[in-house]
């Protein structure tokens, strides 16, 4: 190397390092260990008080008592949250910009900076300061841009002291200290990506309303204010900001309690509600049954051409009592429930009627709020909604469009260039469970953060920042999910498609410690692959090949094995918490293959062999017995039965949750006979054919022999994505979209197989997307062997007959005629017309 170039290089490697050092800065830093001008957060039994202002918003206080409470848990004394400065070496001092008049009079004589957060959304400083005041030798200062702002700093110390976000949703107790100190340093957070994010409350009839009812809002026997104060501080805990709450039958409407709206203004929570739960009304519960108590009279129907007085009546009122909380209305119309609009029945009379409605509810807001765009406004083309948006409804502009996923983590449309372009921006609701067809999955969850991070990177890059809410079932036990997800939304950058497999080890680590980490996180990496194929709810509509089930009880053993061996060394404080997050879900997924394995297996075995049968029969009825125990385990036993009622081991009932039939079903007792109920739904659902493993060759996409990129993008390798846990796609996602008459300047990935002459299959497996937009495609063109390209669309959402087989087996396939004119090896090459494609398997057959 010459002289000169080591100089450059050094010059490089200085500034990269110098960079890395002012950024690894900007961070909170809490050890154990005693350092100079460190603040004490624990100290030899002592611990500071948490100055909060009287006049500043009183969720500050709420979270300074949190805060508090965790430092309780960790050190075993809980500070004191008081609103004058006591005779106390050390605060902790917090409070928000221009609210709290002891941030502001630090501000004021220089002693702390906060210019790169004032004005700003939800961002904060938090820093160390000597002398703050008079008779207060060093201070650790938190300081909010606003009150959700002070709140998260304030979840910060808490999160960087160890405390997990699910310490009381999860039992995660954090690890015991004798001392804690604070490095001296500041944080300033930046603004989050995404400026609304929330989790939606849905189908909690069998979990989280049983368990509010017996365990929360025992008064009301209902999801209430108590058991919102819970889900509230999490949102806080997860830095998120949004309620979609829960709307089904069993419970009663969020605003029918008068406390709930009035307990998410405490914690700053904004209220919303959900794609057909218009203006904030809950439909199920509000119109359906509680209407004439209400307004002292049956209602008509609803809906708008024939009913517009009292459907109007019955939004206004609700605008009325909701407009002095921080609020986002659901504007258009659905029918009551998750159905289409009533009235007109084409598709330009329905498109008529709405556009009409929107008007009127424009109207609304002016009333209240001056002007009709002063009001949070969102639309969202769910189901069959998005077809009126694409045939011409018009939204108003500063409305936030919600684009969906189709229930099953695939995001069926993004804006388009001109709708990029719209005031009220984007956004995404997103599934994380989901009731409906082609089948439930409420039971686990196993939606991968790799999964996630594919689709909402794209929501984001095409521009889907303003708001983010996902299906969260009951909550639990989906929360390493729910933590990505509001992560994702939290900072877009952090985590994306390329290192989203990642996050586990880093969730892992931070939940279970350091030493468990690599194992935790391979489990559940494992357990989202083979969820990949085959979710466990949909176990009973899915066909494997032989060989496919043996692979899958074989890995489904190994998995539980690994739980075993990793439950064995999870401290005693963390036990409840790993059975919650881990032995649960994945023994139950494990367990859900086995009984329907099994179960297949002793049908299957030769009538001579009586005593193998009546084996796997056992082996069938014995998973079912233990998800039961394990269910009761959840419900009765862990943590003194705290979580009593919030988890079945048979949501709704459905048949897939019983016994599936068994060559010696006299073996099963009463119960366990008794067949479940079939939602009628899914009567005519016939089995679809998982992934195969017989083919003559089987390439993982990521394994080609050589690339063609273009400038300004890459093909990337997704880790934890497709069939077999690795797909490629065209990164970053804004890449142009090639024509077919094009297709040659495309970038490409080129195969090589050794095959004999003839005729063959070649089957391509790409992830069941959907072209982003109506503008973009979802192309391929295959070049064998320099021969006239072939091409393939992979737009799942243009074959609505695959769609149901694509989602439940977790792949899209198509296939084309291979012609080999001779023996030896061919060159595969595949271009990638578009991006938003990740494919994932080639098969030759
Ligand atoms: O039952 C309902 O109406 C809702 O639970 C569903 O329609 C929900 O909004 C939908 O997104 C399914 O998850």
Known sequence: ??????????????????????????????????????????????????????????????????????????????????????????????????????????????????????????????????????????????????????????FEISKQAGVSPWVWWADVKPTPRKSLYVLPGTLVQKEPSVKYRGIFINDEDWGLNPWAAKNMDKDIKDIGPKTYAKVFELLLRLRANLIWPAMHDETKAFWYYPQNPVVADRYGIVIGSTHCDMMLRSNTFEWQKNYEKEYGHKPNEYRYDTNKAEVTKYWDDRVNAAKNYESMYTIGMRGVRDGSIVGPTTKEGKIALLDTIMTDQRKIFKKYFGADTNALQIFCPYKEVLSLYTAGLKVPDDVTLVWTDDNYGYIRQLSNPSEQKRSGSSGIYYHLSYLGGPHDYTWLSSNSPSLMAYEMTKAYQFGAD???????????????????????????????????????????????????????????????????????????????????????????????????????????????????????????????????????????????????????????????????????????????????????????????????????????????????????????????????????????????????????????????????????????????????????????????????????????????????????????????????????DTDNSKEDKNWSASVVRGYFEKQIPLKIEKKGAAKIRVYILDTGLALSRIDIK
Request: glycine share 6%.
């Open 1 to 154: 190397m010459n002289r000169k170039l080591v100089f450059q290089i050094t010059i490089v490697l200085f500034f990269i390092i110098g960079c890395s050092e002012v950024q690894a800065q900007n961070k909170l830093t809490i050890v154990p260990q005693a350092k100079a001008d460190a603040f004490p957060l624990v100290e030899k039994g002592i611990v500071p008080s948490i100055l909060t202002d009287k006049d500043d918003a009183e969720v500050v206080t709420i979270v300074a008592n949190a805060l508090a409470s965790d430092i309780g848990l960790i050190s075993g004394v809980t500070p004191q949250v008081v609103n004058k400065s006591t005779n106390e070496e050390y605060l902790i001092i917090a409070g928000t910009i221009g609210k709290s008049q002891l941030i502001d009079e630090l501000i004021k004589s220089g002693k702390l900076d906060v210019s790169s957060v004032k004005n700003k959304w939800e961002s904060y400083t938090i820093t160390t300061i000597n002398a703050p005041i008079a008779g207060v030798k060093q201070a650790l200062v938190v300081a909010g841009s606003d009150r959700r702002g002070t709140a998260y700093g304030l």
């Open 466 to 792: 303003k708001f983010w809410v996902v299906n969260v079932g009951d909550i639990k036990p989906a929360e390493m999910e729910i933590e990505f997800f509001l992560d994702m939304a939290w900072d877009t950058k952090k985590w994306t498609p390329e290192n989203a497999t990642q996050y586990a080890r880093y969730w892992a680590e931070k939940t279970f410690g350091a030493a468990l980490a690599p194992e935790i996180a391979s489990i559940k990496n494992e357990y989202y692959q083979l969820a990949q194929s085959g979710k466990p709810e949909h176990m009973g509509i899915l066909q494997f090949d032989n060989e496919s089930k043996t692979k899958r009880l074989a890995a489904y053993a190994n998995l539980i094995e690994k739980v075993n061996t990793v439950k064995s060394r999870v401290p005693k404080l963390l036990q409840d918490a790993f059975f919650q997050l881990m032995e649960y879900p994945v023994k139950g997924a494990a367990l859900m293959n086995q009984k329907f394995f099994y179960a297949q297996m002793s049908l299957e075995v030769p009538a001579t062999d009586g005593k193998l049968a009546l084996e796997y029969s056992q082996k069938s009825k014995n998973a079912l017995e233990q998800i039961i125990d394990l269910t009761h385990h959840y419900n009765k036993e862990i943590e003194n039965g705290k979580w009593d009622g919030i988890i079945t081991h048979a949501p709704r009932n459905l048949a897939t949750y019983g016994m599936p039939k068994i060559a010696n079903p006299e073996i099963l007792s009463e119960s366990l006979r008794k067949p479940q109920e079939y939602d009628k739904r899914y009567l005519n659902l016939t089995p679809i054919d998982a992934a195969s493993t017989f083919k003559l060759v089987s390439i993982n996409a990521s394994d080609f022999k050589s690339k063609q990129e273009i400038p300004s993008e890459k093909i990337i390798t997704v880790q934890g994505l497709g069939l077999d846990g690795k797909s490629i796609s065209r990164y970053p996602f804004t890449g142009k979209s090639f024509a077919t008459s094009d297709y040659a300047k495309a970038p490409y990935v080129e195969y090589n197989v050794n095959l004999k002459a003839g005729q063959y299959q070649l089957s391509l497996k790409t992830l069941p997307n959907k072209a982003i937009n109506k503008e973009r495609n979802l192309n391929l063109a295959i070049v064998v062997n320099e021969q006239t390209p072939q091409f393939i």
